[in-house]
């Protein structure tokens, strides 16, 4: 069948992608025979839509899969999908606005029978927009975080936790978001600069004329404040011992206390107390027994306790009050002030803090294995650079709020008693009514007296078990895919994730397993534009990846993202990368359409030896980048791994080997160099399958005929073998001295076509053969000597040491030769800079690999040689040009 003459990545791409899920190529059961390999997907949320980092991350994720898959693992890549309370409530909340419904007129039960509805119809668009990306997930497995046996999972560990005494029910302060109208967790608060101002405000001391000053940021929290407080060494207040301020507004009476919490030089160093809106203030108000007043609806409007501005919303009223301690007389000043500022990382709303009725995780104890293991490198981070941030989170951590005041979510299994706020807490309604009879001591106790708390769990709190939980090792922890499949061998996330997911991944797998619940952890960087800033919808910067798919297909779209992705940096995405990408899989493409084209005879020999030649040198090229790629691989450089196969396919097989071998117009190949191209074609396209999945399934399909069920996907990975390094070095100096050539042909107008002489001045011609016999049809020449003289009225260059001269049929532009050496000299003087910088840091000289220094040593003495020869030559030249 004759090849089209462009690549077509749609039609290939939606071709082979049915063939490989028709063929259950993705599918995995636990095999005996074989070492497993496994990955577990980030669950993205499930409102959500593919964006450039789920392109990033996925296309690693299936890099790593398909190369483990080849090497002969029983490869095992889980999919799925995570609830996302927050989010996904708010997403339902607004469809039924849109319908005219108002959540607060509904039931639970009729609001989670919207919630489902939205999730069947919305739910699974990112998985289907994966499989476009070319994803080998074994989608029989696909989970949901609130699947049965995952919510019974997370049930039965609450449970567990609480019986062990780990998790408690509490009034503590915490990040209140008053959109969604729920806490969430430190780390789901993003701060940023605001531009504020700062409010001094006078506080009247009770019984005197005068008054003390306190700055804030915040004047609508005066209606909560408890207190004013000094520094207890501040000797500017020391008469103000025992005695009380009035607090304006709403002229509450409170003493001023002394703390040496309040630091002398910010503001005027008195500072307003308010316990229930300000979590340093709560400390505070612990320590010196002060009363706690919420002066906040959970919407962010005022309440009755804050007596004036009741029912108006924060932000309205931090005016208001500033406009009324002006008319009051109370305020003296108000300064411009930058300060930070959390928000809510799904809402976008401004946090509140605010003390909350909340259950909580306790911490400090059940996350000591998991710090201990990441720290002695039993779970390796990549890059490692992010142990101490990882170090600084666990030797800080906080008891975790794990209850959200959602309905779309895993109810907490707490159930009150009749007229109390005692409860118990079960799995199920029936052991919750067997618990609540025991307790009461009331055998006719019914179910329908009890009241299930209202709360549901954290949305992390799920995706915290799924390692574990999408093999159903919680409820049942011996069976045959949790035993096989467990631990995992790789997680590939997000570095801002680190601690509220992957830290607790470690820490449930300890506890619920007792071991780690992967080994490595490669952290990727954020996906930026080419000014640096972070990919959003708002900004308008982030392309759609699916158009990106359209335009560029898949593959392209692959490489693109991995060209620059080094573990833990930032990815600068521009679209010229995706080019780059498509024209990798053009230059593939047209390199299947030349080597198809070729006849091929028995009866032909190689020609003029060079074909043996070429085929030696790109069998050890091959074997030498695969030594290359296992040590990248190993080292999780992902990017580096896909630039070997690129320059080993661009450069080296195309660019190079192609040229070598490629029969005269209209000439026959002979078959012998024939068949090994088509193997060490084939070959390339195994290395590089993984990355680049469609178009190698393609080529590998179309360079000669196959058995059925051989396909790429489930072909041996190449097997590494010892190859000739020597070959390899005397072949790149011969490929540099063509390039030469090449130029020298460029600058002075020679027709390629044009059969040249070339002499060489060499003192180890040893260091060029065999694969001097490139040179003939690579360079054109039809006479190649060595020589011990300079040869005079000839254009030369140097490699190395030696010197090449090309005898030209034309008089010598002396001028121009002394600019191009010049150019070359002042090339080489910078490069030979960069050298001795290396050199002259000894950190570098003593920590860097022995072979590395030896190399960079090797560079210095290359570059030295070179310009004093080139040096030479220019003296020379200069000399006949005044002459």
């Avoid at 109208?181 to 019984?207: H, R, W």
């Avoid at 000797?235 to 409170?254: A, D, T």
């Avoid at 008891?399 to 299994?413: A, E, F, K, N, V």
């Avoid at 619920?512 to 490595?520: A, I, Q, T, V, W």
Wanted: glycine letters at 4%; hydrophobic letters at 40%.
């Amino acid at each position: 069948m004759e090849l089209t003459k462009k690549y077509n990545p749609i039609e290939v791409e939606d071709k082979w992608y049915e063939v490989w899920m028709k063929n259950g190529f993705f599918n995995s059961k636990p095999n005996p025979d074989k070492k497993p390999y496994t990955i577990v997907i980030p669950p993205p949320n499930v409102t959500g839509v593919l964006h450039m980092g789920h392109m990033l991350n996925n296309t690693i994720q299936d890099v790593l899969i398909r190369k483990a898959r080849m090497q002969g693992y029983e490869a095992c890549w889980v999919p799925g999908t995570d609830h996302a309370s927050i989010a996904t409530e708010a997403k339902v909340v607004n469809m039924l606005k849109e319908r005219g419904i108002d959540k607060n007129d509904l039931t639970r039960e009729e609001f989670l029978k919207h919630a489902w509805e939205w999730k069947e119809k919305h739910g699974g668009i990112i998985l289907e927009q994966l499989k476009k990306l070319g994803a080998s997930c074994d989608w029989d497995r696909t989970a949901f975080t609130m699947d049965k046996a995952l919510s019974e999972s997370v049930i039965k560990v609450f449970v567990d936790l609480y019986r062990k005494g780990k998790i408690y029910r509490g009034v503590r302060m915490v990040n209140w978001d008053p959109q969604a109208k729920t806490a969430v967790s430190d780390e789901e608060v993003i701060y940023k600069e605001e531009q504020s101002k700062l409010y001094y405000v006078n506080y009247k001391i009770e019984g005197e004329d005068g008054h003390v000053t306190v700055a804030t940021t915040r004047p609508e929290t005066i209606l909560g404040d408890t207190a004013v407080c000094v520094n207890p060494k501040d000797k500017r207040f020391m008469h103000l011992r025992g005695k009380n301020v009035i607090v304006p507004l709403v002229n509450r009476v409170v003493p001023i206390i002394e703390d040496d919490y309040v630091d002398m030089e910010f503001g005027t160093g008195c500072l307003k107390i308010t316990p229930a809106h300000d979590i340093n203030d709560y400390e505070i108000g612990i320590r010196h027994n002060l009363a706690s007043i919420d002066i906040f609806n959970d919407d962010g409007t005022i309440n009755e306790q804050g007596e004036v501005f009741v029912g108006e919303d924060r932000f309205r009223v931090r005016k208001l009050a500033a406009k009324k301690l002006q008319e009051d007389g109370c305020l003296e000043k108000a300064e411009d002030y930058v300060n930070k500022v959390g928000f809510s990382e799904r809402t976008d709303a401004a946090i509140e803090p605010k003390l909350s009725m909340q259950w909580f995780l306790e911490m400090k104890d059940i996350s000591k294995p998991a710090h201990k293991y990441v720290m002695n490198d039993h779970i390796k981070l990549v890059p490692a650079k992010f142990k101490n941030t990882y170090n600084h989170w666990m030797e800080h951590v906080k008891d975790w709020c794990i209850s959200r005041q959602l309905w779309w979510g895993h109810r907490i299994p707490a159930y009150y008693l009749p007229d109390s706020n005692d409860f118990v807490v079960a799995e199920s309604d029936r052991e919750a009514l067997e618990l609540a009879r025991e307790k009461t001591g009331n055998p006719d106790l019914a179910f329908e007296q009890l009241r299930q708390d209202e709360d549901v769990l954290d949305t992390w709190f799920s995706s915290w078990l799924w390692p574990i939980s999408v093999f159903d090792g919680i409820r049942h922890p011996d069976t045959e895919d949790i035993n096989y499949y467990y631990p995992t061998n790789v997680l590939v996330t997000a570095p801002e994730i680190l601690f509220f997911w992957v830290a607790r991944m470690i820490i449930s797998g300890y506890e619920y397993r007792g071991e780690l619940p992967f080994k490595d952890v490669y952290l990727t960087g954020i996906v930026r534009d080419n000014q640096r800033r972070k990919m959003s919808k708002s900004l308008g910067n982030s392309p759609d990846p699916i158009n990106l798919m359209k335009e560029y297909g898949a593959d392209g779209v692959r490489t693109g993202m991995l060209f620059s992705s080094p573990a833990g940096n930032d990815l600068l995405f521009d679209v010229k990368l995706c080019e780059q990408g498509r024209n990798f899989n053009n230059k593939i493409w047209n390199a299947l359409r030349l080597v198809k084209g070729w006849k091929t005879a028995e009866n032909v020999a190689p020609e003029i030896g060079s074909d043996e030649v070429a085929v030696e040198w790109m069998d050890a090229r091959m074997h030498q980048s695969l030594a290359e790629l296992e040590d990248h691989f190993s080292k999780y450089r992902i990017s580096d791994a896909l630039m070997v196969i690129y320059k080993l396919i661009w450069s080296d097989f195309c660019s190079w080997y192609l040229e070598a071998i490629k029969p005269d117009f209209e000439r026959p190949i002979d078959s012998e160099t024939y068949k090994k191209t088509i193997d060490i074609f084939e070959h390339l396209m195994k290395i590089a399958h993984p990355f680049m999945p469609f178009i190698t399934e393609e080529v590998y399909q179309q360079l000669k005929g196959r058995k059925t069920g051989d396909y790429i996907m489930m072909a041996d990975w190449p097997a590494k073998a010892d190859f000739d390094a020597t070959i390899v070095r005397k072949a790149n100096r011969v490929f540099e001295a063509v390039a030469l050539i090449r130029n020298i042909r460029q600058q002075h107008g020679i027709s390629p076509k044009e059969k040249l002489k070339v002499y060489i001045k060499t003192e180890n011609i040893e260091a060029y053969y065999p694969a001097t016999k490139l040179i003939w049809k690579l360079a054109n020449i039809d006479e190649f000597d060595i020589v011990t003289e300079k040869i005079e009225n000839t254009v030369s260059f140097h490699i190395g040491a030696d010197e090449w001269f090309i005898p030209l049929n034309k008089t010598i532009d002396v001028e121009k030769e002394i600019k191009i050496i010049e150019e070359e000299i002042n090339y080489l003087q910078g490069f030979l800079n960069a050298v001795m910088k290396k050199l002259s840091n000894e950190r570098f000289v003593q920590n860097a690999p022995e072979k590395v220094v030896a190399m960079e040593k090797k560079k210095k003495e290359d570059g030295e040689k070179r310009i004093k020869a080139l040096q030479e030559k220019l003296d020379h030249l200069t000399l006949r040009n005044n002459t």
